[in-house]
């Protein structure tokens, strides 16, 4: 078991550039959550889907960001345009349907100039 | 913030001193997940308390949550260096459980 994958494990891009961040969950496992952790304001959910479907993105900011999870094998976060701002470690995190454990990934830093 | 702010602490002990770290919530729960997160990984959970258990013990851990005070702690007996790292602890924010909130952590520097 691999554990949750992330990648890439950094990129940097240019403010106003795309950047299109993959997580492989666990196998067998239904439930795919995205976070974001910054200094100033720590782990902050953003979204999460169970069986592939999208369950509740309230942590999501409403323009640039979108995620998605077209099989069980991947989910993508991507941010269009993106700002310095959203410089900071993506996290995602999967665990089993009516389990309390998520298994989190290594994340990825993304750090926009 | 679902945090009091006594959650933001850094702390630096010697390897084999015992720690205590805590953590104070303001919306009720009956769940409390506690995680450590070493430097360039993601958190890893540690222990989940339920308010019916009151103390719970995993290995050199233990965790204990009190809901009248709406509060958790998490100690650690015989702190190694390996043991260095950012604790959280964590409450779920919707009905089935799954959507956490993270506190902002205490940092813990366990010297050799």
């Known amino acids: 078991n691999a554990g949750v994958i992330q990648t890439p494990r950094h990129k940097v891009t240019g403010k106003g550039q795309e950047a299109t961040l993959w997580c492989e969950p666990i196998s067998g496992h239904s439930a795919v959550f995205w976070y974001r952790q910054t200094i100033v304001q720590g782990l902050e959910f953003l979204t999460y889907f169970r069986n592939q479907a999208p369950i509740d993105d309230s942590g999501m900011p409403k323009e640039r960001f979108s995620a998605q999870m077209p099989n069980q094998s991947h989910s993508t976060l991507k941010i269009q345009s993106t700002q310095p701002q959203d410089s900071a470690v993506y996290l995602c995190a999967s665990s089993s349907v009516n389990q309390d454990t998520q298994y989190f990934g290594p994340g990825t830093r993304l750090l926009v100039l | ?112």
Do not use: H
């Open chain 2, 1 to 112: 913030s679902q945090w009091g702010e006594e959650n933001l602490q850094a702390l630096s002990i010697q390897e084999g001193e015992d720690v205590t770290m805590n953590c104070s919530y303001k919306t009720y729960t009956t769940v409390v997940q506690w995680y450590r997160q070493k430097s360039g990984k993601g958190p890893a959970q540690l222990i989940l308390i339920r308010s019916n258990e009151r103390e719970k013990r995993s290995g050199r851990l233990r965790a204990t949550l009190d809901t009248s005070s709406q509060s958790s702690s998490l100690s650690i007996t015989g702190t190694l260096a390996t043991d260095t790292a950012v604790y959280f602890c964590a409450t779920p924010t919707n009905s089935a459980g799954n959507k956490l909130t993270f506190g902002i952590g205490t940092r813990v520097l366990v010297r050799p």
